[in-house]
């Protein structure tokens, strides 16, 4: 009786092992984190990089002014991001020319250190191409907005501006105030750090100044490749920005 048993036990054990062998076990796909990338106290977890412009934490804000003969300057996360939503407030004066670097790099084979990778554009000129993506050290512009005439109209100069990027896999898109603006595949950089540009300003004296509140960042799990997928944007550079 007992043999009889463990004979019908082993051959139960072994049907549930060969059932569950067939079965395709899923595990629950990771959560998207958010990651408060600025305290509103402090700097913590920022190195700044290139030129000496100024960056300083005042009333809840980033703010970044500038310094006569000096390159563009970046003040650089100290950690990686790869797909992540990048949301931000920023203030920026008429005359300075800023952006929000994503994907961004500083290695001793590239230039020296130079600053390089994607950069979403504020640009409060009459040019008015905040939003688009330039590919700053290195390509120049990969999707302006020379012939997206509701995207220019989005930014509103003298204002708080919100700035939304979405970067997943090889696609990098963007939203200023909400409105879409640049959609764009490009696969050169998969990673990097996100860093605030306050742009060089040659021999002038005055500073001119630009803020940054509110930046948070969301990580996102990495999407499986799909490598038939088509692009929806060029990646012809071009000189600029």
Same mark, same amino acid.
């Given at each position: ?26 595990? &629950?796909?990771?959560?998207?984190t ?9 700097? $913590? ?5 290139? *030129? ?54 500083? $290695?001793?084979?590239?230039?020296d ?54 970067a997943? *896999? ?5 939203w ?10 490009d696969?050169? $950089? ?25 930046i ?6 990495a999407? &499986? ?17």
């Amino acid at each position: 009786m007992k043999r009889l048993a463990l004979a019908l036990f082993a051959a139960a054990l072994s049907q549930h092992a060969c059932s569950c062998t067939s079965r395709v076990i899923s595990c &629950p796909a990771p959560e998207p984190t958010d990651i408060a990338l600025f305290s509103g106290q402090d700097l $913590t977890g920022w190195i700044q990089r290139g *030129g000496n412009a100024t960056y300083a934490v005042e009333d809840g804000c980033i703010v970044g002014r500038t310094a006569p003969n000096q390159p563009n300057s970046f003040l650089c996360t100290t950690g990686d991001y790869t797909d992540f939503v990048l949301t931000l407030e920023f203030k920026v004066d008429d005359a300075l020319n800023s952006g929000v670097q994503i994907r961004s790099r500083s $290695t001793s084979d590239h230039e020296d250190g130079r600053v390089h990778g994607y950069q979403v554009e504020i640009d409060p000129s009459d040019r008015s191409w905040t939003g688009g993506i330039y590919d700053e050290g290195r390509r120049g512009w990969l999707d302006d907005l020379a012939d997206n005439e509701t995207a220019r109209a989005a930014f509103r100069r003298g204002e708080w501006n919100s700035m939304r990027v979405e970067a997943v *896999g090889d696609r990098i898109r963007t939203w200023i105030n909400g409105v879409p603006c640049a959609d764009l595949r490009d696969d050169m $950089t998969p990673s990097g750090f996100i860093a605030l540009q306050v742009h060089g300003v040659g021999s002038r004296t005055d500073p001119l100044e630009v803020r940054w509140r509110r930046i948070t960042l969301t990580h996102l799990p990495a999407e &499986p490749a799909n490598p038939g997928a088509s692009p929806d944007a060029s990646t012809t550079p071009s000189n600029g920005g």
